[in-house]
T-cell receptor
Framework: AQSVAQPEDQVNVAEGNPLTVKCTYS??????LFWYVQYPNRGLQFLLK??????LVKGSYGFEAEFNKSQTSFHLKKPSALVSDSALYFC????????????FGKGNQVVVIP | DTAVSQTPKYLVTQMGNDKSIKCEQN?????MYWYKQDSKKFLKIMFS???????INETVPNRFSPKSPDKAHLNLHINSLELGDSAVYFC???????????FGSGTRLTVV
């Protein structure tokens, strides 16, 4: 069964500095990978996905993620963090062939310090 | 237009009561889901329906019963509510393997 590990509980970063949120996955075969963001008292919002092709994927709000098959990772990055990026970030993985189940990581709280 | 809408947004009820949460999506998606987010923010899948057919039924107490009258609606009925049922319940929908989920805004259930 597919699974996701987000090793850090909280990521603190100063405003304007680069932001990285780590994600590793386990899945049979090639994965479909997703990042979501959750603001307080809101539902999850889609940020970006990797399906196939270029390993560097660009998404909403200036975020990007790099698929690394050898390291089974899909880290989320932003070159310059904003205070408004403070939120909970979830990585998710799905098998290419099977049911539509998305397995989510435990989430990472990102705190951007002004 | 809200893509995935859940009602109610907040639900406070006493132990032992029965309650329902409704979900509707206007995206034309074939698959709908219920997820539970606990106090530690963990997201756990509960059920999934594809075109009104139950395809995922995780280890959930049988007090929880989903119902899908058509592919645009997936409701969740909970009998004999317990304190441990307090959580945020999210409805979501998707279409195909390549697309992610579209989530509703959640229903915060508090059992007192």
């Amino acid at each position: 069964a597919q699974s996701v590990a987000q090793p850090e509980d909280q990521v603190n970063v100063a405003e304007g500095n680069p932001l990285t949120v780590k994600c590793t996955y386990s899945v049979s075969g090639n994965p479909y990978l997703f990042w979501y963001v959750q603001y307080p008292n809101r539902g999850l919002q889609f940020l970006l996905k990797y399906i196939t092709g270029d390993n560097l994927v660009k998404g909403s709000y200036g975020f990007e993620a790099e698929f690394n098959k050898s390291q089974t990772s899909f880290h989320l990055k932003k070159p310059s963090a904003l205070v408004s990026d403070s939120a909970l970030y979830f990585c998710a993985v799905r098998e290419r062939y099977g049911n539509n189940r998305l397995a989510f990581g435990k989430g990472n709280q990102v705190v951007v310090i002004p | 237009d809200t893509a995935v809408s859940q009602t109610p947004k907040y639900l406070v009820t006493q132990m032992g009561n029965d309650k329902s949460i409704k979900c509707e999506q206007n995206l034309g998606h074939d698959t709908m889901y219920w997820y539970k987010q606990d106090s530690k923010k963990f997201l756990k899948i509960m059920f999934s329906y594809n075109n009104k057919e139950l395809i995922i039924n995780e280890t959930v107490p049988n007090r929880f019963s989903p119902k899908s009258p058509d592919k645009a609606h997936l409701n969740l009925h909970i009998n004999s509510l317990e304190l441990g049922d307090s959580a945020v319940y999210f409805c979501a929908s998707s279409q195909g393997q390549r697309e992610g989920y579209t989530f509703g805004s959640g229903t915060r259930l508090t059992v007192v």
